[in-house]
Every structure is written in structure tokens, then in C-alpha cells.
């Protein structure tokens, strides 16, 4: 599939898990791709996977809590690879105290709506993406506390990610009559080093499974496939919306 022919898409969060599977898909359906992440390394290792394939890309160190940070990224993208047609707002920490997730899953999430959103309205229109979670439709049961008062941060995964539900309706509104179209992604438990401590443990791994009525969890890949068709033309007429990659998670 061609679908992002000669569009430029930027990833946050491209050197790991979802964020690097879409940076791949993308690349695979004809974009340059503008991979940002906080860690250096693994942003030019996506680069360069994409670059061996022989895509168009470059890589960015960003910390997505620095807003200034954030808008240069964007317009460090039109200049390097001449555009900004797709923005995903990927990047996202787990398990972390409320002001670190917070800064990362939420504020992040709003400093690309606003400059990325900003600047595609500027150039005519384009399609942003943020990944949100099963965690920003429903409280998680896996989360439930034995100890009271809860520890620093709990319930922090929950609001960012029901926050970044929020954002992209608002945002959605903000942008319709400039052409860019604001969606987000609720992943089901997805295999990536996010939650890698909880995949070495068996036992935790077949509840999860249990929770998925597909009965399993979820890969990167299949969220980089949902991210490709809402950065596509195929989803023309979709805005405002997210959308549940969840094998049924949120369907009880
Ligand atoms: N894995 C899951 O089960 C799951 C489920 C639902 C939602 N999500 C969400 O998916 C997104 C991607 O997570 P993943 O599972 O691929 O995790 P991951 O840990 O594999 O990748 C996250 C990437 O974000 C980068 N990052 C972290 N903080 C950053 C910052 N301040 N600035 C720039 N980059 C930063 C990390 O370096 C890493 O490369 C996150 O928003 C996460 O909340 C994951």
C-alpha cells in the first residue's frame, strides 16, 4: 500500500515499541519519517531501519515535556524533509510518579496538538494521531491498590490518558475548518518494553490475556496499522474520534 506517498509524518516515541512500528508502517506506505525520541540512539536506529529500506528519514533527539522543544521538532521536520503532513504523538512513560506522567502522556500529548496542529493549519491541513490506552476509557482492574494511602502516582496513567480522550475532541473541533484531522488510538496491553517486567511474569501475562476477549495481547504492529489508516486519506471523513485497537478489551 502506497497510502502516504510523498506525505512527511513525525513519530514521537519512534525508538521503541509502537512508536518504531508505525515509523516502519509509515515508511512501508511512502513517508518520510522524522523520528523523535528522547532517547537518541534508538530514534536513528528506526532512521536507519527505514533508510536501509530505502525510506526517506531523519531522527531527532526531543524531550516531549519541553514545549519549545516540541514546536522546533515540527519545524525542524518541514525544513529536513520538506513537509508536515502527519503527526503521532506516541511518546508515553508507565508506572511513574503523577508530575513525570503527567508531563510525558498528557502535556506532551497537548504541546503537539497545538504547535504540529498549528503548523499543518498554516500549510493547508494534515492528520495528527495520539496514542491514548484502554486507560482513557475505563479504570484498569489490573491497577487496583492493596495499600492505602495509594502511592505517588496512582491513577496519574488513568487521567493523562483519559485527558489525551479529551484533547482530541477538543482539538478536533479547533482544527475542522483548516483541514487537519485530530484522532487518537486506546491500545489493549500491546508486547513492548513498556510493560516488559509484566511479560516476565506468567502468570500476569494469562490475566491479562483473560481481560482481552480475543484472548491475547495485542503487537505494535497492529496499532502501527490502525495509526497508518487514521494518517491516511482512507480516514477523510474521520475526526474527533478514538479508536479501541483492543482485542474486545473495552467491548464488556
Ligand atoms: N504497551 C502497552 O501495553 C500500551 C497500552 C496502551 C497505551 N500505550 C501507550 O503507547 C505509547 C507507546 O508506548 P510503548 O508501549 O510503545 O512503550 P515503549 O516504552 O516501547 O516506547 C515509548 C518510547 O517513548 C519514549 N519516551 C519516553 N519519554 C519520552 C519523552 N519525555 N520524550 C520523548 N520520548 C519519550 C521512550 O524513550 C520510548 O522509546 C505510550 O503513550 C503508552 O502509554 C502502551
Known sequence: MDR???????????????????????????????????DEASAQGTAAAIAEGGGSSAALRVDVTDQEAVRAACEETVRELGGLDVLYNNAGIGRAAWDATIAVNLSGVSYGLRHGGALMAERGGGSIISTASIAGLVGLVSSRVTEFPPVDGSGAYIAAKHGVVGLTRQFALIYADYGV??????????????????????????????????????????IAAAAAFLASDDASFITGITLPVDGGYTAR
Open 181 to 222: 484531522r485530530v484522532n487518537a488510538i486506546a491500545p489493549g496491553y500491546i508486547r513492548t518494553p513498556l510493560v516488559s517486567e509484566t511479560l516476565e511474569d506468567p502468570e500476569a501475562v494469562a490475566y491479562l490475556e483473560s481481560l482481552h476477549p480475543l484472548g491475547r495481547l495485542g503487537e505494535p504492529e497492529e
Open 4 to 38: 502516504l506517498e510523498g506525505k512527511v509524518a513525525l513519530v514521537t516515541g519512534a525508538g521503541s515499541g509502537i512508536g518504531k512500528a508505525s515509523s516502519l508502517r509509515f515508511a512501508a506506505e511512502g513517508a518520510a519519517v522524522m523520528c523523535v525520541d528522547l
